[in-house]
Every structure is written in structure tokens, then in C-alpha cells.
T-cell receptor, first 113, second 116 residues
Framework: DTEVTQTPKHLVMGMTNKKSLKCEQH?????MYWYKQKAKKPPELMFV???????INESVPSRFSPECPNSSLLNLHLHALQPEDSALYLC????????????FGSGTRLTVV | DQQVKQNSPSLSVQEGRISILNCDYT??????FLWYKKYPAEGPTFLIS?????DKNEDGRFTVFLNKSAKHLSLHIVPSQPGDSAVYFC???????????????FGSGTQLTVLP
């Protein structure tokens, strides 16, 4: 298995809703990431988990809450989002220190209404 | 301050000819560079990478060149095919502050259009 799987592929949520994005990999990668990509812009790093511990939080608002239940799973909990949070949310994983194997999922297209 | 720059937002090339996509970086801590291809509403697909200890890496029709002194890398696609039409992102990698993971910094992308 050489894939990063993200669910759901599309999500529409209201500003008062609570939802979660899920990401899964079975490549034995020990680092997992959340990126956010707006239209016609490059992906921007949000969070880094290394060995299931939060390593980096790029000043992301608290309405985004990451969780890493185990080495294969990464969640992003969403609460009280704003319309400007609408974007493609990408999960990635990598071997811990090697540059090899940095793999992205196909993303969750989030629309906040 | 953009640490990774792709100064050409778009490039059009005739089928069968060479496509050259360029990327410049400023952070000397970057030690690994990757090229990704991206279609709309999909995640980036890895194409090819190069470590800072090399100056060239080749994989089929794709070759990446790295000039460390100039902090410049380029992706060559030969021969170009219509199916290569997509947005190409250059990404540079360094270790996180904890040293236990790698983070990617992306350029703004170049839209490649290969004309039949």
C-alpha cells in the first residue's frame, strides 16, 4: 500500500457545524502533515505530527484541531469555521528523516457556507 | 518572504518538444527538492526529487537539475506530451525544528500546457 487515503473527498458544512477530516496511511511513515490549499495557490503547511506527537503548528486558528490517534491515522477536527476556510485540505506522510516517500492524499474539498 | 519561487506562472510547449520549468530558492537549509504535478481538485502527485548532494536526477522523460551555488533547480520534460498539461509545483524540504520530520515549502506553481 503506497497511498495516503483521505475522507471525505468533498464536505459542505455550516459555520456552526462540527465535522472531522480523516487521513490514513499504511506505509509505516512516522510523520504526517496537514496542508491547506486555496485555489491557484501552493499548499501551505498547517500541522506536523512526528511519532504521533504534534511537532509544528503553523499559527493555525483553534477552530482547526488536529489529532493523531495512532501512527496510521490523522484527523482534523473542524468547528465554527468561516467561509474563508473553504479550501482543499491535503494530508501527507513521509518517512521521518528521509526526504523519500513524501506522499500526498487526494485531498478533501471543504466548502463552508 | 517567498522562500521558493517559480517565476513563470504559465508555459506553453508544442508536443514532442522540451518543457523546462524553473524554480529558485533562498533558504540554504533546504537539502531536498521535489517536483509535483497537480490536476484541479486533486492532491499533488510526486514526480521526481533530488538531494542536495546531487546535481542531476533522471527518471524516464523527467530530469531535474540542481545548481546549489545559484540556488536554482529546473525540471526538463522530453518529449512533452499533451497528458503532461497540469500545474507543476516545485517544493523544497528541510527538517522540522524537532529534527524528526520534514516540511515542504512550495513554489507558486507553473501551469504547463502542451499543445498537440
Amino acid at each position: 500500500d503506497t497511498e495516503v487515503t483521505q475522507t471525505p473527498k468533498h464536505l459542505v458544512m455550516g459555520m456552526t457545524n462540527k465535522k472531522s477530516l480523516k487521513c490514513e496511511q499504511h506505509m509505516g511513515h512516522r510523520a504526517m502533515y496537514w496542508y491547506k490549499q486555496k485555489a491557484k495557490k501552493p499548499p501551505e503547511l498547517m500541522f506536523v505530527y512526528s511519532y504521533e506527537k504534534l511537532s509544528i503548528n503553523e499559527s493555525v486558528p483553534s477552530r482547526f484541531s488536529p489529532e493523531c490517534p495512532n501512527s496510521s491515522l490523522l484527523n482534523l477536527h473542524l468547528h465554527a469555521l468561516q467561509p474563508e476556510d473553504s479550501a482543499l485540505y491535503l494530508c501527507a506522510s513521509s518517512q521521518d528523516l528521509s526526504g523519500d516517500g513524501y506522499t500526498f492524499g487526494s485531498g478533501t474539498r471543504l466548502t463552508v457556507v | 518572504d517567498q522562500q521558493v519561487k517559480q517565476n513563470s506562472p504559465s508555459l506553453s510547449v508544442q508536443e514532442g518538444r522540451i518543457s523546462i520549468l524553473n524554480c529558485d530558492y533562498t533558504n540554504s537549509m533546504f537539502d531536498y527538492f521535489l517536483w509535483y504535478k497537480k490536476y484541479p481538485a486533486e492532491g499533488p502527485t510526486f514526480l521526481i526529487s533530488i538531494s542536495s548532494i546531487k546535481d542531476k536526477n533522471e527518471d524516464g522523460r523527467f530530469t531535474v537539475f540542481l545548481n546549489k551555488s545559484a540556488k536554482h533547480l529546473s525540471l526538463h520534460i522530453v518529449p512533452s506530451q499533451p497528458g503532461d498539461s497540469a500545474v507543476y509545483f516545485c517544493a523544497a524540504s528541510d527538517r522540522t525544528s524537532s529534527g524528526s520530520a520534514r516540511q515542504l515549502t512550495f513554489g507558486s506553481g507553473t501551469q504547463l500546457t502542451v499543445l498537440p
